[in-house]
């Protein structure tokens, strides 16, 4: 049996993501610097924006993927590039207009957002579906890494490159690092709009749940998914790993501080991650397939809960004298291997719970529960974090916060998926 998808359609989807993640991460990472040098914001208001371009992102994914759903995902991905492409306009627009216009600086990061909630879904939605073709057509019992994993390494390809180019750009300021965002965008969007032509009738499956491009006009796809009571339960079980994993960029570098590490420390924490994340995930994921999903949940899960009882439970002096990184790097070893254990059999899950309904929603659903309990959470954990070993709140109290949720996935996020009989259509 031939494979529905085409054999140049999967190398065009995983490459999309590493251009996605340079085009993001030549420009995102410098928001920050811009907000406080240009616009002289204090750190609270720096982190309020970008707060609300994380939500504008991850917290409408699930609006996203519905209209994924029902106009198509090609049409989602190019409008969303195109809305992406308009909010670094907007961000170079507000540093060349005169005075810095912050106005026009928070609605250039409001529509990065917006055009990710856009076209995230809709790739998602594709490599679902080549997912999908590949697993029937390939040999009974044969074991091979997910494609999700491949585009955790696609994209982790993309995190490094990125800040390199935004870096090389920004001696010319940063109105021109967003410009060059702006048009890598653009230019994404056109080589999209060729790459991913309409399948010809005769060119994939008649079956639609293997087609690349799901059926256009599924009104009530948003509906029929929040009444699916399984996947919701399992996406705030989920929800869990997104919120431990956040941590890299909340609690770590407070804990950094706390301990005394110089903020140079930090760079070698997200070096380690990306050498992990580009060396590791393919091994993880082979593993993974061989051990199968119910199992990587629970090693994943179990995994990070281990990263945050390091540093919940294990003194600096545990690893000896001067060995405070040691702890850090122990740790946040721990949570990338959780991470990436889960979360691309998460998403490989999604096609599964969602059978031959449309998928657009699923995964819209999956990373906005994601990202609200980032929201809701992180405020908890910096809140606790700052009154840690003062009056009643111990210092390990923040960390066990974060421990009790993955430890509940842990436990019940197999059950849930064997009890949803996903794990019978080869997952």
Not at 6 to 28: C, D, H, K, M, S
Not at 43 to 67: D, E, H, N, P, Y
Not at 171 to 184: I, K, N
Not at 365 to 386: H, I, Q, R, T
Request: contains cysteine; hydrophobic residues 55%.
């Amino acid at each position: 049996m031939k494979s529905s998808t085409p054999r140049f359609e999967v190398p065009v989807l995983l490459g999309t993501q590493t251009l996605f993640n340079i085009g993001f991460y030549a420009v995102v990472p410098f928001l920050a610097v811009v907000l406080a040098n240009d616009f002289l914001l204090a750190g609270t208001a720096v982190g309020l924006i970008l707060g609300v371009r994380t939500f504008a992102q991850q917290g409408l994914f699930l609006a996203g993927g519905s209209l994924a759903d029902r106009f198509g995902a090609r049409r989602m991905i190019l409008i969303g590039c195109a809305v992406r492409a308009a909010g670094f306009s907007t961000l170079a627009a507000s540093l060349s207009v005169g005075d810095p216009q912050l106005w026009l600086f928070i609605l250039g990061t409001l529509l990065t957002g917006f055009g990710g909630a856009l076209f995230s879904p809709g790739l998602s939605i594709l490599v679902g579906a080549a997912q999908t073709a590949r697993d029937r057509c390939q040999a009974t019992g044969a074991k091979r890494a997910s494609l999700f994993a491949w585009l955790s390494i696609t994209g982790e390809i993309g995190a490094v490159t990125g800040p390199l180019v935004g870096a090389a750009l920004w001696g010319w300021g940063f109105a021109t690092v967003a410009r060059f965002g702006a048009l890598f965008f653009i230019a994404i969007g056109l080589f999209l709009a060729a790459a991913l032509r309409r399948p010809a009738p005769d060119s994939y499956s008649r079956d639609r749940s293997e087609s690349p491009e799901q059926p256009k006009h599924q009104p009530g796809s948003l509906r029929r998914c929040l009444a699916d009571r399984k996947f919701v339960a399992f996406c705030a079980l989920h929800a869990s790993d997104l919120l431990a994993y956040n941590q890299l960029y909340l609690a770590i570098p407070l804990e950094l501080r706390r301990t005394g590490m110089p903020t140079q420390w930090l760079g070698l924490v997200f070096a380690w991650i990306s050498v992990l994340t580009l060396g590791l995930q393919l091994p993880v994921a082979w593993i993974a397939a061989r051990i199968g999903t119910a199992a990587t949940l629970r090693c994943g899960y179990f995994s990070s809960v281990l990263g945050i009882g390091v540093l919940a439970f294990l003194p600096a002096s545990a690893f000896g004298e001067q060995t405070g990184p040691i702890r850090i790097l122990c740790a946040v070893t721990l949570l990338a291997l959780g991470h990436m254990s889960v979360h691309p059999t998460a998403l490989s899950l999604v096609p599964k719970f969602a059978g031959h309904r449309a998928t657009g929603s699923y995964f819209g659903l999956l990373a906005s529960c994601g990202g609200l309990a980032v929201l809701v959470g992180n405020m908890l954990v910096g809140w606790l974090l700052a009154q840690a070993g003062q009056d009643l709140i111990p210092g390990f109290l923040p960390w066990l916060f974060l421990m009790l949720p993955l430890g509940l996935a842990a436990w019940l996020a197999a059950l849930l998926v064997r009890r949803s009989g996903v794990l019978a259509q080869g997952a």
